[in-house]
């Protein structure tokens, strides 16, 4: 079945019409999980964010092409290296983004997926679960791994 939107390389965002927003990495942000795709929290510090624990209270998706080229890790897999880097966090409702999903889980399109530890997604349990994405695209994986999703969170 052909896929329904062009996957692109290198990009994290798609159709962010809502723009990003700018804010930096929080001195209580854990530096190994502030990887382009994950799900952000406000820190406890004015303008900065750290990496999401639960679907409640998650400001966006961290973000790379927006964030200027000297700020940007090596690539949309590696992880952004220091506290107080001004990095682009992107949260327009029915934007595509390319999540990371915690391991030992699988999705397809229409999987309804929250927030968990390190700012990855899994699926929901039950009904009454908060929705923060919905699964673009069908993955399977041990470790974590990223897949498209559509961002449902304002």
């Given at each position: 079945m052909p896929s329904l939107f062009n996957k692109p390389l290198n990009r994290i965002?798609?159709?962010d019409f809502g723009g990003a927003l700018f804010a930096q990495i929080g001195p209580n942000a854990t530096l190994a999980y502030m990887i382009p795709g994950v799900v952000v929290?406000?820190?406890?510090?004015?303008?900065c964010f750290r990496e999401a624990?639960?679907?409640s209270n998650n400001i966006g998706v961290l973000g790379y092409e927006e964030t200027l080229p000297a700020?940007?890790?090596?690539?949309?897999?590696?992880a952004y290296t220091a506290t107080g880097t001004?990095?682009?966090?992107h949260n327009t409702p029915g934007m595509r983004f390319h999540a990371?999903?915690?391991?030992n889980?699988?999705?397809?399109p229409g999987t309804r997926l929250k927030c968990t530890a390190a700012g990855q997604l899994t699926q929901t349990t039950s009904p009454s679960d908060p929705v923060n994405a919905v699964a673009l695209e069908t993955v399977t994986g041990t470790s974590a791994f990223q897949?498209?999703?559509?961002w449902t969170m304002r």
């Open positions: 965002v798609q159709n929290a406000n820190d406890t510090y004015d303008n624990t639960d679907p700020n940007q890790p090596l690539s949309i897999t590696s001004k990095v682009a966090i990371w999903i915690a391991a889980q699988s999705v397809k897949a498209w999703c559509i």
